[in-house]
C-alpha cells in the first residue's frame, strides 16, 4: 500500500491502528522490503472556546488536529472538543492546567484575570500587527516570556493562529468627536475596553449569544467583534450600521495549550508534529482571514456606512493606553518585563517596518 493510500484510508479509522498498545506505520522501500516501525499511539484531548466547527477559527483547529494525525501516520490522534462539551468555553484554561483535559484553543486576551500580562500575549490596541506579534514571540523574546509565565499554570503554549487586523466595531450612532463616546455603552474586552473606558465609554462583557439582541435592544450602543467575516454572521448592521476601521486589536493571537506535564511526556517527534502543525495553522488561519474579510467586504448589507474614527479620538486612545500600561507596569513586575520586552521589539522593528512596508504601502496607494 502506497502511504498516501495508507494515510487516507485510516485516517477515519483511528481507534484501529492501535495493536497492543502501539501503532504500526509500514513503509515499502524500493528494493520491496517492509520496514515496520512502531509509534506508541497517543491520544489528546483538546477542548476550545468555539462552537463546533466555527469558521476559521474552529474550522482551523479541526485541520490542526488533522494534521497532527497525517503528520503522525496515525500515532498522534487529537480529539477536539467543541466549547461546553467537556468544559465550559472560558474553563479551558483552568481545565487543562489540572489536566482534566491535555490541551486547548481559545484566545489569550481571556485569561487576564490570572496575571494581567498575558493581555500583551494576545495583543495590544494601537500595537503590533498579527505578522509583528509572530515575529516579536519567536525571535524578540515573546515565547521565552509566555512559556515561564504559563509555566507557573503548568502550561505549554503555542500559538494557534491569529486574526489579522479587527475591525473598530458597529455603533447605532455616529462617531464625530471625543464627546459623542460619552456613556456610550460598549461590548469591547481587553486593553481595548480599558482605553475606552478612559474615554467616556462603559465597556461591557457580554457572551457572543447575548450581543446582537443587546444592540437590537438598545442595553447596549456599539460592540466590536472581529471583521467583517464573522461580524456578518451576526447581523450587527442591523441594529447599528455606522462600522468602524480598527485600531483596538491588529493582531489578536490564538493559542493552542497544552498541559506542560502531558506536554512533557509526548516524543520528541509528537513535540515536533504539534509545533510544525500550530505554524501551518497559523499562517493558514492569517490568510483566510485576510481572504474571507475582502470577500465578505463586498457584499455587506447596503445600509452599511464604513466610517474612520476622529483623530482627536485616536490621539486621546494613544495617551489613555499610556496611562493603562503604565499603571499595569507598576502593579504588577511581570506585566512590567513583558511590556518592556514588547517594547523593545517595537522599537527595533519601527525603522525597518517604516522604510520597508509602510512605505510600500504609500508607494502602492
Ligand atoms: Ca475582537
Known amino acids: 500500500m502506497k502511504r498516501r493510500d495508507f494515510l487516507t484510508t485510516t485516517a477515519l479509522g483511528a481507534t484501529a491502528l492501535a495493536v497492543n498498545g502501539c501503532h504500526r506505520a509500514e513503509e515499502k522501500s524500493e528494493d520491496g522490503s517492509v ?7 497517543v491520544t489528546l484531548k483538546l477542548a476550545t472556546s468555539w462552537p463546533a466547527h466555527f469558521p476559521i477559527m474552529g474550522t482551523g483547529v ?25 468544559v465550559p468555553a472560558l474553563q ?7 489536566a482534566q483535559i491535555d490541551a486547548f484553543h481559545s484566545g489569550v486576551y481571556y485569561w487576564k484575570g490570572k496575571n ?22 519567536k525571535f524578540g523574546g515573546g515565547y521565552d516570556l509566555w512559556r515561564e509565565m504559563y509555566g507557573k499554570f503548568n502550561l505549554y503554549p503555542l500559538i494557534g493562529g491569529t486574526t489579522g487586523p479587527q475591525m473598530g466595531g458597529w455603533f447605532k450612532k455616529e462617531i464625530n468627536s471625543l464627546a459623542d463616546l460619552k456613556g456610550l455603552k460598549m461590548r469591547i474586552p481587553g486593553l481595548g475596553g480599558e482605553v475606552m473606558k478612559k474615554l467616556g465609554v462603559n465597556p461591557v462583557l457580554l457572551p ?7 444592540l437590537e435592544r438598545g442595553t447596549i450602543d456599539a460592540t466590536e467583534w472581529v471583521g467583517p467575516a464573522l461580524d456578518s454572521m451576526m447581523g450587527f448592521a442591523k441594529a447599528a450600521p455606522y462600522y468602524y476601521t480598527g485600531w483596538h486589536e491588529p493582531g489578536s493571537i490564538l493559542e493552542i495549550t497544552f498541559n506542560k506535564t502531558r506536554w512533557e511526556k509526548l516524543s520528541a517527534e509528537h513535540q515536533a508534529i504539534i ?5 501551518e495553522m497559523t499562517s493558514t488561519m492569517l490568510q483566510e482571514f485576510r481572504y474571507e474579510n475582502a ?18 479620538m485616536m490621539d486621546a486612545a494613544k495617551v489613555a493606553l499610556d496611562e493603562v500600561l503604565k499603571v499595569e507596569s507598576n502593579k504588577s513586575d511581570d506585566f ?30
Open 35 to 41: 520496514a515496520i516501525k512502531k509509534t506508541k499511539k
Open 62 to 86: 479541526d485541520n490542526f488536529a488533522k494534521r497532527c494525525f497525517e503528520l503522525s501516520g496515525g500515532s498522534l490522534e487529537i480529539k477536539v472538543y467543541a466549547k461546553n462539551i467537556l
Open 92 to 98: 479551558v484554561f483552568d481545565a487543562t492546567s489540572a
Open 116 to 137: 494581567s500580562a498575558f493581555s500583551i500575549f494576545g495583543g495590544m490596541p494601537l500595537g503590533l500587527t498579527s505578522e509583528e506579534m509572530i515575529t516579536w514571540m
Open 208 to 214: 457572543a449569544g447575548e450581543i446582537y439582541t443587546s
Open 275 to 279: 509545533t510544525a502543525a500550530s505554524e
Open 295 to 312: 470577500k465578505a467586504l463586498q457584499v455587506l448589507p447596503e445600509n452599511v456606512q464604513i466610517k474612520t474614527f476622529p483623530k482627536e
Open 336 to 365: 512590567k518585563r513583558v511590556l518592556e520586552s514588547y517594547q523593545k521589539f517595537v522599537k527595533l522593528n519601527k525603522p525597518w517596518d517604516d522604510i520597508s512596508t509602510k512605505n510600500f504601502l504609500e508607494i502602492r496607494g
